[in-house]
Nanobody, 115 residues
């Protein structure tokens, strides 16, 4: 079993920044992918960014150049630095870990971008 605990969401003005953190614990294999998804009201959950255990990065086109995903492997923690936030970035953000055929999700943290 894997547990994911997120932190760092909140209310920010357009153009502002936030950093999300996700700490993983439990039975984590050597090969995995961690990342962030988001879901706005009435919309499907979508990938924001991911990083594999080998370091491969993947970003949604809508966040390229504004968001940066990084990790601390010693702490099993993944971060999402979000800059130049826009109102359309408002959503619940979920940490995800995938390994083999299993998928694990955090409880979600709300990000609201509004003036």
């Amino acid at each position: 079993q894997v547990q994911l605990v997120e932190s760092g969401g909140g209310l920010v003005q357009p153009g502002g920044s936030l950093r999300l953190s996700c700490v993983a614990s439990g039975s984590i294999f050597s090969s995995y992918t961690m990342g962030w998804y988001r879901q706005a009201p009435g919309k499907q959950r979508e990938l924001v960014a991911s990083i594999s255990s080998g370091g491969r990065l993947n970003y949604a086109d809508s966040v390229k150049g504004r968001f940066t995903i990084s990790r601390d492997t010693t702490k099993l923690t993944v971060y999402l630095q979000m800059n130049s936030l826009k109102p359309e970035d408002t959503a619940a953000y979920y940490c995800h870990l995938g390994q083999k055929s299993w998928n694990y999700w955090g409880q979600g943290t709300q990000v609201t971008v509004s003036s």
